[in-house]
Nanobody
Framework: QMKLVESGGGLVQPGGSLRLSCAASGFTLGSFSIGWFRQAPGKEREVVSCISMIDGTTYYADSENGRFTISSDNAKNTMYLQINSLEPELTAVYYC???????????????????WGQGTQVTVSS
C-alpha cells in the first residue's frame, strides 16, 4: 500500500523552529516530485515548497521569506520541511504530497499530486 506519513508537528512558541518529516512506504520517492502544503483554519490548502527527487531542484512560495527549507533523504525514503522563525500566522495543518510524473510544479492544484499524507498540526502560540 502506497502511503505518506507526516510527523514532527506540535505546539511551538513564536520564534521557534520545527522540522516536519514525510515518510513514504510502499513506493520509492526517487522518481517523484514532492510538495509541502499548509492549510490554515478557514483557508484553502496552499503549496509552500516542492522538490524534485530526480535532480533536487527546489521551489518556495514567495511569501515565506526564507523561513522554509525542503530537503530529502533518499536512503530513508523521507522528505523534510524545516520551518524557522515560526509565527502564529503559520499555524496550520501541514501536508506532504507526491506526484508520480516527476515533473516539478509549484502549484496549488491539489489534483496535480497522486498521494497525500494525513497532515500534521503545527500550532504557534505563546
Amino acid at each position: 500500500q502506497m502511503k505518506l506519513v507526516e510527523s514532527g508537528g506540535g505546539l511551538v512558541q513564536p520564534g521557534g523552529s520545527l522540522r516536519l518529516s514525510c515518510a513514504a512506504s510502499g513506493f520509492t520517492l526517487g522518481s517523484f516530485s514532492i510538495g509541502w502544503f499548509r492549510q490554515a483554519p478557514g483557508k484553502e490548502r496552499e503549496v509552500v515548497s516542492c522538490i524534485s527527487m530526480i535532480d533536487g531542484t527546489t521551489y518556495y512560495a514567495d511569501s515565506e521569506n526564507g523561513r522554509f527549507t525542503i530537503s530529502s533523504d533518499n536512503a530513508k525514503n523521507t522528505m523534510y520541511l524545516q520551518i524557522n522563525s515560526l509565527e502564529p500566522e503559520l499555524t496550520a495543518v501541514y501536508y506532504c504530497a507526491a506526484d508520480s510524473s516527476g515533473v516539478l510544479a509549484m502549484t496549488d492544484d491539489l489534483s496535480w499530486y497522486d498521494y497525500w499524507g494525513q497532515g500534521t498540526q503545527v500550532t504557534v502560540s505563546s
